[in-house]
């Protein structure tokens, strides 16, 4: 068995490895790092959560430990479909390259350009960006990447999936053309196959699972159900979510609830929060600094339960999910791919559940289709689903109610004794009332009284 000290890696590398406790490499990063330590271009293809990460981060820290960075001309670039795979993959860079000195900028949205400028200004050695955030530099004249000697594209299908591929070529056309390139996706769409055609040179395919295949590690399950009419869908969609996570118990470490629409994102984190789950939120209308944030909590146990568009779905290392929820299902086929690959990493286990309606059967056929297997379908029974306490809710609740108590009520001296009564009249005194309201309608109060204005007489 392959073992990262026999791939060829500098000591001070093997050393940062040795730190983060890592011995043997996977499948990706024993193929792609000797070739990407000879300089070669390599197009690698692996399921989510196979160590792409470092199987390019590595030969990057080490091929770059000799020279040094001109201001505005960064000497290797990566680029990230989105800011938390960014944020990701320079966590990366600073855990492997803590005994070499390298200077790195991270270029993502959400963020000012004041400190982005500053680093680029001073000089780096790896820029981490995503696609939007580094054109922006460039067109600002901040940026030259005419000294780019190692580029990175990573997660390229996803880069399709979000409209960056023309930002994409645009950006290879401004590097050199002796660049080496490292091209890695999960899934190789035709549109990929062009890019990779144009712009890469004799690139080495590195290619260690069945593209779109499913860990085996992960138990899958779809539930499909009816409801009694479309407008209570949603609603029904959140019962059945929280029973299957409160059925699911001790089971559930941590979990992922992915959904197709922002709006359902935070309807559905809303409905768990009201609940008494611990659970976050994340979609790409949210602020940077609140998606870092949450996200962080999440890593650290802080939040159980994660709400996410697929801006979650794709390269996020969170090692120890224990489960993945599509309350909707994916409309396109290789999100599931992605999503459900959120757990099971790193030889784990995983259970992942799919809510399937009627209308969304379609795309429950393509998802089978790509994946080349039926996904079992799980019967299950509709149950209210106990509602966790969260103490410190009830402790404001508690308070709340005290102080309403507390307070002096105001009597209300009109609605008092307001019951009917019953009274009785004479024939006469009935009588009398009759002939009153008759002179009333006899003589009708005038609104205007005598002095009515003359155009009113026309």
């Not at 680093?119 to 940026?143: C, M, N, Q, S, Y």
């Not at 996570?245 to 197709?260: D, H, S």
Request: net charge positive; with cysteine; proline share 5%.
């Amino acid at each position: 068995m392959t073992k990262f000290i026999d791939l060829g890696l500098s000591p001070k590398v093997m050393k940062a490895i040795n730190d983060a406790g890592y011995d043997t490499p996977t499948p990706i990063q024993s193929e792609a790092i000797p070739h990407a330590l000879e300089g070669r271009d390599i197009l690698g293809i692996a399921q989510t959560g196979t160590g792409k990460t470092a199987g390019f981060t590595l030969p990057m820290i080490h091929k770059l430990a000799r020279g040094r960075a001109r201001a505005r001309m960064p000497r290797s670039l990566v680029l990230a479909p989105t800011r938390e795979l960014a944020a990701q993959v320079a966590e990366n860079f600073e855990q492997y390259a803590k005994y070499v000195k390298l200077d790195m900028a991270l270029l993502i949205g959400g963020v000012s350009f004041k400190e982005q400028d500053r680093l680029i200004d001073r000089g780096v050695d790896v820029l981490i960006a995503t696609p939007g955030r580094l054109l922006d530099h460039f067109e600002r004249g901040k940026l030259l990447l005419t000294g780019i000697e190692i580029m990175v594209v990573d997660e390229a299908d996803r880069m399709l999936d979000m409209g960056f591929i023309p930002d994409i070529e645009r950006i290879f056309k401004l590097t050199p053309f002796t660049r080496q390139t490292l091209f890695f996706s999960a899934t190789m769409a035709p549109e990929i196959s062009r890019i990779t055609q144009e712009f890469l040179q004799n690139p080495k395919l590195v290619e260690v699972a069945r593209q779109a295949t499913t860990s085996e590690n992960i138990t899958q399950n779809v539930i499909c159900f009816k409801a009694e009419n479309r407008k209570s869908e949603p609603k029904k969609k959140r019962d059945l979510l929280r029973t299957i996570i409160a059925k699911e118990g001790e089971k559930l470490t941590n979990g992922i609830v992915f959904c197709n629409r922002k709006v359902d994102v935070d309807i559905v984190m809303k409905s768990l929060k009201k609940h008494g789950h611990s659970v976050g939120a994340i979609h790409g209308d949210l602020d940077q600094r609140y998606r870092m944030e949450v996200l962080a909590g999440f890593k650290n146990n802080d939040i159980t339960l994660l709400v996410a568009s697929d801006v979650a779905a794709r390269g996020l290392d969170i090692p120890a999910v224990s489960h993945v929820f599509n309350f909707d299902v994916p409309i396109h086929a290789e999100d599931y791919v992605h999503r459900i690959g959120r757990t099971g990493r790193a030889g784990r286990k995983g259970w992942a559940f799919m809510l399937c309606l009627p209308h969304e059967i379609k795309h429950l056929d393509k998802i089978e289709e790509l994946v080349k297997q039926s996904i079992p379908r799980l019967e299950f029974e509709l149950q209210k689903a106990p509602k966790i306490i969260n103490k410190e809710r009830l402790k404001n609740t508690a308070k709340k109610d005290e102080n309403k108590t507390n307070q002096k009520q105001p009597e209300n001296k009109i609605l008092k004794n307001t019951e009917p009564k019953n009274i009785d009249i004479s024939k006469s005194e009935a009588t009398s009332l009759t002939k009153d309201a008759q002179k009333d309608t006899k003589n009708p109060v005038k609104g205007l009284g005598e002095h009515v204005p003359a155009f009113l007489l026309r």
